[in-house]
């Protein structure tokens, strides 16, 4: 092997049925990647949102990578980075592939075709510069821990990677892999913590760290978004503020900085209930908005969700923020038992407590999870097909039939951008922001709809041995779900 590998990092397309409720982000885990490797390898990065199948082609003609690694964010990417992958296997036959992230991770049975060689099973940061030291120094993969590396039609598994809660560092992010891309991205995007020390039974992301809840280095966070050259930062860890503490330590460490930037982030309504200090602190220093999880409008229903939380903790967290001036996106949960009744619930909750930004999500049960293991073997999965797991579509079996579930959903939107409803919310909204939103809802919904009516198709077409032969092997009846340790505690 040379000297310097070459390692092309991609981030790909995403798939058809995508429909960008958000702005697009730089490709975060691919600026780690290339960061963690770059004093030993020659890296290049690639993002297929931005370039098309022509420039990926002249890519791997002209830079010729003897390793090429792809983040796969959704479910949905498993399609589009086989694709970009099948196609660099013909281009560059010795290149060795690599890729990771949640559904890798769970599901990487779903990749036993012959352009994926290498699986990362779970967190990168030490797997993948070993991974790259291995084809450098030409030792074998398998002594690198938490891989699965494809034999034949079939992977075999190093040993698992520990993951276990702490501090973590990353190394100093190498941002000029994305200049070229800069263009795009509307704000700039860190983590400050990985995993949650929740247990939410609807949840990825517990699971996905195996139950364990790791700090970034203050210090850490405070020079990487020193370092963004965007004014916005988007906070894109699960449970930012759930330790107070190292939230306090994060502002101060940004404060004595003196960077002054404009943050939004994800919190927890008790986290807001208990510490408002920590948020009133973060509101100087620039926190504008937050994403918060208020799931459904009853008590018995957080429990059933194991949520952890009170409604009246719901309502007092909506109060708080409201009163500092942070933009609260309160998340409920769509389950697939609404009918007419719980939506109009739903709307006069929201009309109640008077959440002006509301945000309507779906149940999805995440691919290799649990509730998805459950929810598919009782035959409660509406569509077998992953496009459509993204938290954007209903993918279980409806109480209203599809068609009519997806009117009320869509209404809950459009009640949403109603001048009426502007009108009752003023107070807690910006006409900016209100603007902003109708912007995003109408540019969504028209593609949507047209997604929607293809699921709707698709559904009704379906037969279960009309597809089996082409489904991924965990959509398959039997599949035998591997699990890891602590994933399911
Ligand atoms: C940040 C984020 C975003 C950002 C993306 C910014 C960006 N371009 O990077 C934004 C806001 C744009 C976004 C959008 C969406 N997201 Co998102 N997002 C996240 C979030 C919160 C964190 C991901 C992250 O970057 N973490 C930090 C990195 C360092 O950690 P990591 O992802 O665990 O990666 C580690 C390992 O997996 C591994 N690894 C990962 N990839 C690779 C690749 C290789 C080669 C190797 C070696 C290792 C490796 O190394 C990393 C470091 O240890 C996760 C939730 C979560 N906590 O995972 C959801 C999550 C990934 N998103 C999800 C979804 C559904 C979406 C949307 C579809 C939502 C929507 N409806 O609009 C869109 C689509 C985006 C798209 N297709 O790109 C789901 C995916 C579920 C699934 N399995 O399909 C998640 C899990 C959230 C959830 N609630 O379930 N998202
Ligand atoms: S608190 Fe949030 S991140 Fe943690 S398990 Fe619950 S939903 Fe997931």
Redesign the pocket.
């Known amino acids: 092997m040379t000297a310097k590998p070459r390692v092309l990092v991609t981030?790909p397309n995403?798939h058809k049925s995508?429909v960008?409720?958000?702005p697009?982000?730089?490709?975060?885990?691919a600026i780690?990647?290339g960061s963690l490797v770059k004093d030993f390898a020659e890296v290049r990065l690639f993002d297929r949102r931005y370039e098309s199948a022509r420039a990926w082609r002249k890519t791997l003609e002209q830079f010729k990578p003897d390793l090429i690694?792809?983040?796969?964010?959704?479910?949905g990417?498993i399609f589009t980075t086989r694709m970009m992958l099948q196609e660099a296997k013909r281009i560059c036959p010795k290149a060795i592939t690599?890729?990771?992230?949640?559904?890798p991770?769970l599901l990487p049975d779903d990749f036993t075709q012959p352009c994926f060689d290498l699986i990362?099973i779970?967190?990168?940061?030490e797997?993948?510069p070993e991974v790259v030291k291995a084809l450098r120094d030409n030792t074998p993969f398998e002594q690198v821990k938490g891989l699965a590396i494809r034999k034949g039609n079939e992977f075999i598994f190093t040993q698992e990677r520990p993951l276990v809660s702490g501090t973590f560092r990353w190394p100093v992010l190498d941002r000029t892999l994305t200049a070229r891309y800069r263009k795009h991205f509307h704000a700039g995007?860190t983590?400050t913590t990985?995993g949650c020390p929740h247990r939410c039974t609807f949840?990825?992301?517990w699971f996905?760290a195996r139950g364990t809840y790791r700090l970034r280095d203050a210090q850490d966070v405070a020079d990487d978004i020193a370092s963004l050259p965007q004014r916005r930062v988007?906070i894109?860890?699960?449970n930012t503020f759930h330790d107070h503490i190292h939230a306090l330590e994060m502002a101060d460490a940004l404060t004595q900085r003196g960077v002054k930037k404009q943050y939004g982030a994800y919190a927890r309504t008790d986290t807001i209930v208990e510490h408002p200090e920590v948020f009133q602190h973060w509101k100087k220093i620039g926190l504008y908005y937050l994403v918060v999880g208020f799931e459904v409008v009853s008590d018995e229903g957080l429990d059933g969700l194991n949520k952890r939380t009170t409604l009246e903790n719901n309502v007092k967290a909506m109060e708080i923020l409201n009163k500092l001036g942070i933009d609260c996106f309160a998340h409920f949960i769509i389950f697939p038992h609404f009918k007419q009744k719980e939506f109009k619930e739903l709307w006069e909750f929201i009309k109640k407590y008077k959440i002006a930004q509301p945000y309507f999500v779906p149940l999805t049960p995440?691919?290799g999870t649990i509730l998805f293991k459950e929810m598919k073997e009782k035959k409660q999965l509406s569509i077998y097909n992953y496009g459509f797991?993204?938290?954007?579509y209903m993918v279980c079996k409806t109480a209203l039939p599809k068609w009519r579930f997806y009117v009320e959903y869509v209404l809950l939107w459009l009640k949403s951008i109603s001048p009426l409803n502007y009108l009752r919310m003023r107070k807690h909204m910006s006409c900016k922001a209100y603007l902003w939103r109708i912007a995003v809802v109408l540019r969504a919904i028209p593609p949507y709809v047209m997604n929607v009516a293809q699921q709707i198709i698709e559904e009704n077409n379906f037969t279960y041995d009309g597809v089996k032969d082409t489904l991924p092997p965990s959509l398959k009846d039997g599949y035998q779900f591997r699990y890891l340790k602590n994933e399911t505690e």
């Open positions: 981030y995403f995508f960008p409720f958000l697009f982000y730089e490709p975060l885990v780690l990647l690694a792809a983040r796969i964010h959704t479910s990417e690599i890729i990771g992230g949640q559904h991770t990362c779970g967190p990168g940061e797997t993948f995007i983590i990985h949840c990825s992301l996905t988007y894109a860890d699960d995440t691919p797991f993204n938290l954007e």
